[in-house]
């Protein structure tokens, strides 16, 4: 009988080790050929999960802009007489921008600060004078709600905020009259950002601002006579492709 066992016991060590040899988990399988388990989705070669939790950026663009000044002169002697024009005008901005976004799931929210350097310039022709209208200095400050792709490597975004304008006025005939003011108003705006990798991404944007009124009046010299000029609630349409570097 125990001989029996003996021999059955045997006869199992020499089968057991053949048959747990091809088991993938098996450490007995030492040929190189384990059949691993398949991952779960092939692996891409564009950038995903670049966007983290959250993210410090900094940034440059250009832009065009068409821009409605709407301007008004009015002459106040016995009667007052008014000249308004529509007047719209063509410019380029460069700008600088800077600002921070987290993400939750595919849910972006983010601020954004920038300043831009305007090229408007515009002479206009009134019944009284020449006025040249320029544009030096444009800033804003926004909120920027936006969707992400499942990749995270697509923004798709809106901007709503608060901008503020130098305007700067010159009358050719009276020097003594030249001025400028600082407007306010409101902005809104919809954009794409595609993440090139973890350092850098790509944006383009459309941007509307609308100011307030730009009231002021002079007086030229040896005249009694008043003048108003007004701009009544300049706007600007404008289109930005920029470059942003996220830290």
Known sequence: MSKLILKNLFILMLVAPAVFADEPLSTFN??????????????????????????????????ANMTSLNPKISETTTDTQENELNKKTFGYAGTLYGGLGASYSN?????????????LNKKINTLYN????????????????????????????????????????????DSGANTQEFAFGWRAGVGMEYFINDSFSMRIEYLFTKYDDIKESYKPQKSKTNYTYELSSPSANQVNLGLTINF
């Open 30 to 63: 030492l040929q190189g050929d384990l059949d691993y388990p398949e991952p779960f989705g092939k692996e891409s070669y564009f950038a995903t999960q670049v966007l983290s939790f959250y993210r410090f950026y900094m940034g440059i663009s250009a832009g």
């Open 107 to 119: 849910f972006y929210i983010g601020a954004e600060l920038s300043g831009s350097y305007n090229t």
């Open 130 to 173: 020449e006025i040249k209208i320029t544009q030096p200095i444009v800033g804003g400050i926004d909120l920027i709600p936006g969707l992400l792709t499942y990749q995270k490597d697509f923004l798709l975004y809106g901007r709503v905020g608060m901008g503020g304008s130098l305007f700067k006025f010159k009358l050719n005939n």
